[in-house]
């Protein structure tokens, strides 16, 4: 069983940083994809970076030049630095992964439980 713990959010005020964590444990041997995804309330899901198996970094326009995702496999973590934040930036973020979970192709996939990113003066 694999878990994804989320750390980080809190109030912050406009043009502030946050940095988020999400820890994966459990039976792991690497991270295949990665990502942050957000929650506004009253709007859907919406992808905010990602990293995929093959390495490539995406972000959605909104962060772009904003928000820096990266990985420490070593420490099954990964990351979202959040600068320069706006009212608008405020939500629930989530990180999904999916991992391999042995070295025979077995994967988990899902997500960490959310934590709350408020931006306001």
Known sequence: QVQLVESGGGLVQPGGSLRLSCVASGRIVSFNDMGWYRQAPGKERELVAEIT??????YSNFVKGRFTISSDNAKNTFYLQMSRLKPEDTAVYSCNAEVAIDYDGATWWGWGQGTQVTVSS
């Open 53 to 58: 198996r093959s390495g490539n970094i995406n």
